[in-house]
């Protein structure tokens, strides 16, 4: 029985292993898009500004 | 270090915080600055980058990433100060730096820097959870320095401590509310006044002297409150949590009560190290009077003095406490500002005195202290400097007026209309065209126009604006005159054409110029001037 149940809880060892670098790495990828999206619409509010300001 | 007892108000755990961080050394405060004032600066250039429609989307990607990693960096320095912070609280020594430490301190506030703004966007928006989901963060914050803890371990251990307590939680949330927007004006008041204090005190004019309306209606001015007041009240803000989670922590741990029995434990081995001390040596009268009088001033022998003429009833509630603490810390203040002048004053006469008085058998060394005389110099210096620099300050401006026409070149291609008022502008202007420099004369009485708009803000002059810019501006804010911008926009056609067109000026352009000029001040003069 020890030695069937051994490689299952290696794997999820392993398993668990990855969770934390993939949350680290999605938590800055979510980090960047949120200020990616930001930027996005910061640069969208100026272009309309200019351009009422233009028209005026 | 915190006291042993978990008190359940949230006014009493802000104290406690405050307690904690008075207690705690600047380099603890070094920490969080470490990493919140570089991710504020880089907000604000941020911030400018995206207030420019021509920004491309690569900078935008780039300077969001660029944000993303100080978000990681400054969630990590915040992490540092609070694990540090509640070191302190328990009396618990610094931990090693070792790789695993490292590793999911790192890995922990990639995560949670992340979700963090998902996460309190949604429970803002929501409101319900709001404190709870402040609570799991700011415990995260503090539970992240520790290297026994893994990444779902700690999230469990934080959701647990958020979950405690969620009237308190509430209480925390709204008092940290209320007094970080109390500094937020403070801040803002001060920054919107900055330049001008600095222009009263230097007499050095700047942009922000000049447009002072522009300049407090900028979006970067906000923001650079907001971030300057965020840098200053966010320790305060994870110190709160810190100690929250200390005492919840404490619950199971027992954790405060060891550190009060470290304390007392100081305090007695502190106490027997004084009396041995003071065995050695003889008590002075005058030292023991000090002493009772130090003594009698702590709140424990409040009971002394005369009590208050309204009766107060049993459930008080806390902003009249706060109050009456607010007042006390002054009164007492002032009492010690007080006492100190009094010293100032006894140690002085006790100087200046005849040494006589004090003995007659002994000869006379000398007559003062050195320190005496070297603040009487002091002063003497500061007040010769202080008359110097108004001396100056009244004849600089005769000075100026009479060489500042003199000194100004027309041919100079970064001349400013600032540079001279209005009126000497037009001075000038004439004696060119007597001259028979019609060229010259019209750039003095563009420069006159310029000079004269912003002397009334209708613009506000830059060396890197150009004649368009101008001519926008008036347009844009001259909107109910609009001969008088048409009129303007005249001006500026004429001068370019002679000044960058090279087309030929004559005294009848001049004439027109001036009238024109006159004609736009008749129109958008001040009211008061009108009457």
């Known amino acids: ?56 | 270090m915190a006291h042993p007892l978990a008190r359940a108000g949230a006014l009493d755990l802000l104290e406690e915080a405050v307690h904690a961080l008075r207690a705690a050394p600047p380099a603890t405060f070094a920490l969080h600055w470490a990493g919140s004032v570089p991710f504020a600066l880089g907000l604000l250039v941020f911030w400018n980058s995206m207030s420019q429609p021509r920004t491309p989307d690569a900078v935008c990607a780039m300077e969001a990433f660029a944000l993303a990693l100080l978000v990681l960096w400054m969630n990590c320095w915040r992490a540092v100060f609070a694990g540090r912070l509640q070191r302190q609280l328990g009396g618990r020594p610094e931990l090693p730096w070792t790789r695993l430490r490292l590793w999911r301190l790192v890995s922990s506030q990639a995560f949670l820097g992340g979700t963090k703004p998902v996460g309190m966007a949604l429970a803002v928006g929501v409101i319900l959870p709001a404190p709870w989901m402040a609570a799991f963060y700011r415990s995260a914050a503090v539970l992240g320095d520790r290297e026994d803890l893994d990444l779902s371990q700690l999230m469990a251990k934080a959701r647990k401590l958020a979950g405690f307590e969620q009237r308190q939680g509430w209480g925390i949330l709204l008092l940290l509310t209320v007094l970080y927007l109390i500094l937020l004006l403070n801040v803002l008041i001060v920054l919107a006044l900055l330049p001008q204090v600095v222009r009263i005190l230097t007499g050095y004019e700047s942009v922000f002297t000049r447009g002072m309306k522009y300049y407090v209606d900028s979006p970067l001015f906000w923001l650079a409150g907001v971030a300057v007041a965020w840098i200053g009240f966010d320790p305060f803000t994870q110190a709160v949590y810190c100690v929250r989670g200390f005492q919840l922590e404490s619950r199971e741990t027992g954790e405060d009560l060891r550190a009060a029995l470290r304390t007392l434990a100081l305090i007695v081995l502190v106490v027997f190290v004084g009396q041995a001390q003071s065995l050695q040596r003889p008590l002075r009268p005058q030292d023991l009077d000090q002493s009772i009088r130090q003594t009698l001033q702590s709140p424990e022998y409040d009971w002394r003095l005369a009590p208050p003429a309204t009766k107060r009833s049993g459930n008080v509630s806390w902003l009249v406490t706060v109050t009456d603490r607010l007042m006390d810390s002054i009164e007492r203040g002032l009492r010690s500002i007080g006492d100190a002048i009094g010293r100032l004053l006894e140690w002085l006469r006790e100087k200046l005195s005849s040494p006589s008085m004090h003995d007659t058998t002994a000869p006379p060394t000398a007559a003062l202290h050195w320190s005496v005389y070297a603040i009487g110099a002091a002063l003497a210096v500061l007040a010769g400097a202080i008359v110097w620099r108004l001396r100056r300050a009244k004849n600089k401006p005769a000075h100026i007026m009479a060489a500042g026409a003199a000194a100004v070149s027309l041919h100079d291609e970064h001349l400013l209309a600032d540079r001279l008022p209005e009126e000497e502008w037009i001075a000038l202007a004439e004696r060119c065209a007597r001259e028979g420099e019609y060229r010259a004369a019209l750039r003095a009485l563009y420069l006159a126009n310029l000079a004269w708009l912003g002397r009334n803000e209708w613009i506000a002059i830059h060396s890197g604006k150009t004649n368009r810019e101008y001519e926008l501006e008036v347009r844009r804010r001259a909107r109910e005159f609009p001969d008088a911008r048409a009129m303007f926009a005249e001006n500026v056609a004429g001068f370019e054409r002679a000044w960058y067109g090279q087309h030929p000026v004559t005294a009848g352009d001049i004439d027109a110029f001036r009238e024109r000029l006159r004609q736009i001040k008749t129109a958008m003069a001040p009211a008061e001037m009108a009457a």
């Open chain 1, 1 to 56: 029985l020890q030695a069937l149940a051994r490689p299952a809880a290696a794997r999820r060892h392993r398993g668990r292993a990855l969770v934390t670098p993939i949350a680290a790495l999605g938590g800055l990828v979510l980090s960047w898009l949120i200020f990616y999206i930001g930027g996005e619409i910061l640069l969208e509010i100026a272009a309309r500004a200019e351009q009422t300001w233009r028209i005026h």
